[in-house]
Nanobody
Framework: QVQLVESGGGLVQAGDSLRLSCAAS????????MGWFRQVPGKEREFVGR????????FYADSVKGRFTISRDVAKNTVYLQMNSLKPEDTAVYYC??????????????????WGQGTQVTVSS
């Protein structure tokens, strides 16, 4: 069973940086796509970015491109979301997700089979 555990959320001011971690366990993730999504109350879960585990290739939503970066530590089975120049509109619960099939482009929540519990990010103005 795949388990994803996020950490690193918190309260920051606009312009600050924050790094989220997603520790994955239970499988070999070499063929997986790892995604990051976010959600605010009353809205649908929104795609943030994703990474192909084996190649490290990434793809980002336009709203975060140039500010957010996804990386991984293969030895630790951990994926990171580095968030820079944070804005109040980035406030949300952030989730990591895993897709065993590595589907392209991996922007829909329905394409992911495994989810973490989420971590709150709050950006004050």
């Amino acid at each position: 069973q795949v388990q994803l555990v996020e950490s690193g959320g918190g309260l920051v001011q606009a312009g600050d940086s924050l790094r989220l971690s997603c520790a994955a366990s239970g499988r070999t993730f070499s063929s997986y796509t790892m995604g990051w999504f976010r959600q605010v109350p009353g809205k649908e879960r929104e795609f943030v970015g994703r990474m192909r585990w084996n190649t490290g290739s990434t793809f980002y939503a336009d709203s975060v491109k140039g500010r957010f970066t996804i990386s991984r530590d293969v030895a630790k089975n951990t994926v990171y979301l580095q968030m820079n120049s944070l804005k109040p509109e980035d406030t949300a619960v952030y989730y990591c997700a895993a897709d065993p099939t590595g589907r392209w482009p991996g922007v829909l929540p329905s394409g992911y089979d495994y989810w973490g519990q989420g971590t709150q990010v709050t950006v004050s103005s």
